[in-house]
């Protein structure tokens, strides 16, 4: 349950940080690493498709180094728990360790099908992960994890209105390294994360073998059925290996291959547990389910890629080539009510169990020409080709009958940037990008009638201006515009309804900033101010009494806000990250009326269409759009013996009101969640091994991650409280 006291002194760590004039997260740098001269580390992001510092890109730019991944997961979670990691960034999943959905800036898609699209995009070592399937691919062995905010349409194509979530990877090196983290924890929680490499041939090949091992026990019991122990588990099984051809000439090619083996379970959807304002209620408990359905919830994927990466050094200018080949199986049911049609908890109408599977392959093609010199006026072109398709089905214990759609995609795209010094501290970067998309739907045997196809040609540009206007402090501005490409959604088809179809979301938006290092580089705070406007956003109303979703454009969605990351190290043992952001959104359509749920409280205007009760949802917030984000970290060590060093680490976040559908009720909506971390361990002062015990969400909270909005007040929470030993080592 909550820990009042603890909350108090989150709170407290939080205003102290703010009062010092700090805001908002960086995590750059691993814990307690910091430079020659006694600072800051340098950051270096990618957001430009090349290596440059932070302080010098005219983008709302964040990142999460390795250390503190490995503090993250410490649990076996999924990537779920990078949710408020950052400020203005969001996740969450009602498809357990599969399909999470990603938002930034309160940008998103609460689409719960296996075929639906995002306007956030996942770039892992620069293959876009399309599907939702292939976004849920475990995080193991990460260099560093950046989050561009706002869209990024020039340099990353289509559906990136809200922005980009981009994993790299630790990559194969002449020199032998190795790393690794080992823990173990409550209910038989397990977490390997380890890589290893180093020269094959020396002067010519090299190698990375990486593997993620992440498992638990049962621990939930069946109180319909009466079996303990009966849900709660997994395993989760991945490895990557990497080869790295580089004889120190022009020519280096880089091969890589990963897989991913899943067995586990479903979302545990919890029938009738909500109350007004979103209280849990004498129905929730989290050790217990009620489920008559299900077939115990089981999840089970497959899912592996390729892909190859050739830069050729042409003397001035750098040729790169990626191509890449991924392929997603699986499936997962679930007790979707959530309880026992007439035996509660609460009042469940009817039965629903549910499966859906996925049978997917994706192929992608890059290639890019960039200058690769020091001179006052860098640019790259280049062109990129995308084609996928898939098939999904869905069927019922007894209802819907087996359904089963195919979708095919492939896009096109050229592109375009140029940045150079106008004058002396005055940098302009513009970009452009041609984008072509065609995507087709059928029912397989199915009606023709049911048949889709739709397609969009567009231009994304961008425009920034950045100033240094003093010595480590700079500020910049920044247009950009982008789309998420036309979708279709054929769900509805299983339950005898015509597929629906989005057109394209159109995003026009406008950033400005400043880029700041003080006090002989030991803080490093950065902030950016943004204003928004979506031309037809793509919202998918979910659920209702029919369990149906349905694509929608609304006419237009508005959003304003602000977010800040800080570093702070106060002394060479002492580091302390912390950021926050705010977001204001705004569905605006005098006229779009939704579904709505069977029992819960809406407090939208109700209008009756086709003798069915909808709700006016002009003025709403976008949901799963969280007002408020905030998080903290703080790391301090004690040394020892001369090269040893005692450690307390810990790491909070903060989500603030977050209304979960598109119309307003006092059931289904969020607010002042917190969740924390606290690793307490010893260890050599050059990071090279520790041991450390450890706590994840340390107060026990129980968070509301998301609601079905099906036909009672239905939902799912976040992970228990999970204590135990860890170990790593790099060298």
Not at 429 to 446: A, I, N, P, Q, S
Not at 514 to 543: C, I
Not at 704 to 728: E, H, W, Y
Request: aromatic share 10%.
């Amino acid at each position: 349950m909550r820990n009042h006291s603890l909350r108090l002194a989150l709170g407290a760590s939080l205003a102290a940080i703010a009062f010092a004039g700090f805001s908002a997260p960086a995590f750059a740098q691993d814990e307690g690493a910091s430079t020659d001269e006694g600072g800051l580390n340098t950051i270096i992001v990618t957001v430009n498709r090349r290596e440059e510092n932070l302080q010098d890109v005219p983008v709302s730019v964040d990142t999460l180094g390795a250390a503190t991944v490995q503090s993250i997961f410490d649990s076996g979670d999924t990537t779920t728990a990078l949710a408020a990691r950052s400020p203005g960034l969001y996740v969450e999943s009602s498809n357990g360790r599969v399909a999470p959905r990603f938002y930034i800036r309160g940008l998103g898609n609460t689409d719960f099908d296996l075929a639906a699209s995002q306007p956030v995009s996942v770039v892992m070592d620069d293959v876009v992960m399309e599907n939702v399937t292939l976004k849920s691919f475990p995080l193991f062995d990460v260099d560093n994890i950046e989050i561009f905010r706002g869209p990024q349409g020039t340099l990353f194509g289509r559906n990136t209105t809200a922005g980009i979530v981009k994993i790299d990877t630790a990559k194969p090196t002449e020199e032998f390294s190795a790393r690794g983290s080992i823990s173990v924890g409550s209910h038989a929680t397990v977490a390997v994360d380890a890589g290893v490499g180093g020269a094959i041939v020396p002067g010519l090949l090299s190698t990375r073998i990486s593997v993620l091992l992440q498992r638990r026990s049962d621990y939930i019991d069946n109180a319909f059925t009466g079996e303990d122990n009966e849900y709660g588990g997994y395993r989760d099984l991945a490895g990557r290996a990497q080869f790295l051809f580089d004889s120190g000439g022009p020519l280096t090619v880089l091969l890589a291959g990963q897989y991913r083996d899943l067995n586990g379970e479903a979302p545990l959807f919890r029938a009738n547990i909500l109350g007004p304002g979103n209280k849990l209620n004498g129905n929730y408990d989290r050790d217990e389910v009620y489920f008559d359905g299900g077939g115990g919830n089981p999840a089970k994927y497959k899912i592996w890629g390729l892909s190859g990466k050739i830069e050729y050094d042409m003397g001035g200018v750098t040729l790169t080539s990626i191509t890449a080949y991924n392929e997603s199986h699986g499936s997962s049911r679930g007790d979707i009510d959530g309880g026992v049609a007439g035996d509660g908890p609460g009042f469940i109408p009817f039965s629903s169990d549910t499966t859906d599977s996925i049978d997917l392959h994706q192929t992608t093609q890059e290639v890019r020409l960039a200058s690769n010199g020091d001179g006052p006026i860098s640019w790259q072109v280049g062109g990129f080709y995308f084609d996928s398709g898939f098939f999904v089905n869905t069927v019922g214990d007894g209802f819907p009958p087996s359904t089963t759609v195919h979708h095919g995609n492939e896009s096109w795209a050229v592109f375009g940037q140029v940045s150079g010094e106008l004058t002396e501290g005055l940098k302009l970067t513009g970009g452009l990008r041609y984008t072509e998309d065609d995507k087709d739907f059928y029912v397989v045997g199915g009606n023709p009638a049911d048949d889709r196809d739709v397609s969009d040609e567009r231009l994304s540009w961008d425009i920034s201006a950045m100033f240094e206007a003093a010595e480590d402090f700079s500020v910049y501005a920044r247009v950009a515009s982008g789309f998420r490409a036309p979708t279709i959604q054929g769900r509805d088809v299983a339950f005898f309804n015509p597929p629906s179809v989005a057109t394209s979301e159109k995003i026009m938006s406008y950033e400005v900033g400043f880029k700041s290092e003080l006090a002989d580089r030991r803080v490093r705070l950065n902030g950016a101010a943004f204003h928004y406007v979506v031309t037809d956003p793509q919202f998918t109303a979910v659920g209702g009494g029919g369990n149906l979703v349905q694509l929608i454009n609304a006419d237009k969605g508005t959003a304003w806000g602000f977010e800040f990351d800080t570093e702070i190290q106060p002394s060479d043992n002492f580091l302390i990250t912390a950021g926050i952001s705010y977001n204001k959104t705004k569905i605006k359509d005098d006229t779009l009326a939704v579904g709505i749920c069977a029992q819960c409280t809406v407090t939208d205007p109700i209008v009756v269409i086709n003798a069915t009760n909808r709700a006016l949802v002009n003025g709403n917030p976008f949901p799963n759009a969280p007002d408020w984000i905030g998080d903290i970290t703080a790391r301090y060590s004690i040394p020892v013996g001369g090269d040893h060093e005692i450690f307390i680490f810990t790491d909070w976040t903060y989500q603030g009101d977050t209304n979960l559908f598109l119309y307003e009720s006092e059931e289904f909506h969020t607010g002042g969640q917190i969740e924390g971390g606290l690793r307490i361990g010893y260890g050599a002062q050059d990071g090279s091994w520790e041991v450390a015990a450890f706590a994840r969400n340390i107060t026990n909270e129980d968070n509301i991650k998301g609601g079905i909005d099906f036909n009672n007040n239905t939902a799912f929470v976040n992970d228990p409280r999970i204590i135990g030993l860890s170990g790593r080592f790099k060298f």
